[in-house]
């Protein structure tokens, strides 16, 4: 047996006869880190997983210098997810919900404020302030990969298939789109369409990707354009507590402090940040940090 090369990568793909291009994401120490930060209930932890996975398949799909992160917000069951993949291929993500709640099988039951959102953000010419595109992703769809799929439908007016999965072990994901204009033959897309039907949550999370990729696709002779690793990583750091500290104001940020220090923990990595009451003057006394503060710290 041979070992799995493919493990914790991105792989972009091209079906050159059909006219078809496609991304492949296969998590897996890389996901484990991201979902063993917290001891999350079965449904949450497996929305959690095709998020991260979708973070990393759009970064393959779309143009990113920066970071692009999914993030889902309502009232209900489901408060935040968030995903997030960089240009660097690290991967991060949370969710946060009620107490002793799971978050829906069915998005549709997260009620009519929940919000679904694309964010990209690259850097701009002042490294202090990033250029931030956002797209809103419509909650007609009972599950993500639905939801993406009506979105890329819409947004580009290309055809679309996705399909996202995970478990305990990984996190995988599988998109396909039709090339812009009149490449591949005329039944191209319905042909790898038909193929893609044949595949299932299960055998997406089995088999690796290139074995994958060569069950379904051998007729049309796929080829591997690209293979990228991804890792769990984390974008906080002292300075970037330090500035959300400082947005807080004073008065806050001291009221924080208890039995001599206030420590403050990141929700995505769980590194924790000590500061002393001197070292909490000192952020009210000196410039602000110009460094923009973590999505989520608490």
């Not at 789109?177 to 299932?200: H, I, M, S």
């Not at 991804?230 to 208890?258: K, P």
Request: aromatic share 6%; net charge negative.
């Amino acid at each position: 047996m041979t070992a799995d090369t493919t493990a914790d990568t991105l792989t972009r793909f091209l079906l050159p006869a059909a006219g078809v291009r496609g991304v492949a994401v296969r998590l897996d120490d890389a996901w484990q880190a991201v979902a063993g930060q917290d001891a999350y209930p079965p449904a949450a932890r497996e929305l959690l997983g095709e998020a991260s996975a979708a973070a990393v398949l759009f970064t393959g799909h779309t143009k990113v210098d920066g970071r692009l992160s999914i993030q889902l917000r309502s009232s209900g069951a489901l408060r935040t997810l968030f995903a997030e993949c960089t240009a660097a291929g690290t991967v991060r993500g949370i969710v946060q919900m009620p107490e002793e709640q799971d978050a829906p099988r069915d998005l549709r039951d997260l009620g009519d404020d929940a919000l679904l959102a694309i964010t990209i953000e690259n850097p701009g010419l002042d490294p202090r302030e990033p250029q931030r595109y956002q797209s809103l992703v419509g909650l007609q769809a009972s599950r993500l990969a639905e939801a993406f799929e009506d979105y890329f439908r819409q947004s580009e007016q290309l055809p679309t298939r996705l399909l996202l999965s995970a478990d305990g072990e990984r996190a995988c994901g599988l998109m396909l789109q039709k090339l812009p204009g009149d490449e591949g033959d005329v039944d191209g897309w319905n042909r790898a369409g038909a193929l893609f039907d044949t595949l299932g949550e299960a055998e997406l999370l089995a088999v690796p990707t290139r074995d994958l990729l060569h069950r379904l696709f051998h007729e049309e002779a796929p080829q591997i354009l690209t293979e990228r690793p991804v890792r769990f990583g984390c974008s906080c750091s002292r300075e970037r507590v330090e500035s959300m500290l400082q947005s807080l104001g004073e008065e806050e940020a001291t009221a924080a402090l208890a039995d001599g220090a206030a420590e403050v923990r990141c929700e995505f990595c769980g590194q924790q940040y000590r500061f002393t009451p001197s070292e909490i003057a000192e952020l009210f006394s000196s410039h602000p940090v110009e460094v923009e503060a973590p999505h989520r710290l608490q």
